[in-house]
């Protein structure tokens, strides 16, 4: 069973102890620890970050975080969804020993009916950047619905996925067990 919960004093060193391949620290780019330092100043800043450990049963597997932000970045300035409000899917990783056995696309899914709660504000969009060469990130997310919008910055392409749906999929009618805990 998967799980996202809080990070907490009880466990921060165990997600800070999750650590990808050397070969895909470019994927990530940042350290869970940083990321998690990102959302504390995000939230001081008033841009609304939630951190998450991912857990298989009683093992914390990954971290992942998502943001809530406008859309507003210069380069969006000619596109649809420039100034619209999204979720903005910051990090996810799963540790280096647990790869490859189905917890990242629960984990996703969990963050993304999360996210379809919002949680923080009303949105638009969900959006979220990958390595270009990263195949099974890019396959992992178009499994979601999002879609290449063809812009790329330092080699990493936005996708976006628009928020108005539930998701049509669901792992759990698949009967896969998971359980979401925010507590
Ligand atoms: C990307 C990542 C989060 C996926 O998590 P995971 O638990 O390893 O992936 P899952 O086991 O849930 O598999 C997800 C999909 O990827 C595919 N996949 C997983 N490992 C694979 C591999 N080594 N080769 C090819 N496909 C693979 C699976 O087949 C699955 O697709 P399917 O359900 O259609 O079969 C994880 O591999 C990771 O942390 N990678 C390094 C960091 C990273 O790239 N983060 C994303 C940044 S944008």
């Known amino acids: 069973m998967i ?12 997600v800070i102890a999750l650590e990808v391949e050397k070969n895909q620290e470019d994927f990530i780019e940042t350290t869970n620890l940083r990321s998690f330092a990102d959302a504390h100043m995000m939230n001081a800043d008033g841009i609304p ?3 998450l450990a991912i857990y298989a049963d009683e093992s914390a597997v990954g971290f992942l ?3 809530y932000d406008t859309l507003d970045h210069e380069s969006f300035e000619n596109e649809i969804f420039y100034g619209k409000k ?3 899917i910051w990090h996810i990783m799963i540790d280096k020993r647990y790869q490859g056995k189905g917890y990242g696309k629960l984990a996703f899914e969990k963050m993304l009916m999360d996210i379809e709660t919002m949680p923080e504000g009303e949105a638009e969009y969900v959006v979220l950047f990958y390595r270009t060469s990263n195949v ?10 999002f879609v290449d919008t063809g812009i790329i910055q330092d080699h990493s392409m936005l996708a976006i996925k628009k928020l108005d749906g539930k998701i049509t999929e669901s792992l759990e009618s698949q009967g896969k067990k998971c359980k979401l805990s925010m507590s």
């Not at 799980?3 to 165990?14: A, V, Y």
């Not at 099974?136 to 619905?145: C, D, P, V």
């Open 65 to 67: 975080m998502y943001i």
């Open 136 to 145: 099974i990130a890019k396959s992992l997310y178009a499994s979601f619905g």
């Open 3 to 14: 799980e996202l919960r809080k990070i907490t004093g009880d466990n921060i060193d165990e």
């Open 86 to 88: 999204s979720y903005f």
């Open 49 to 51: 970050a939630t951190p």
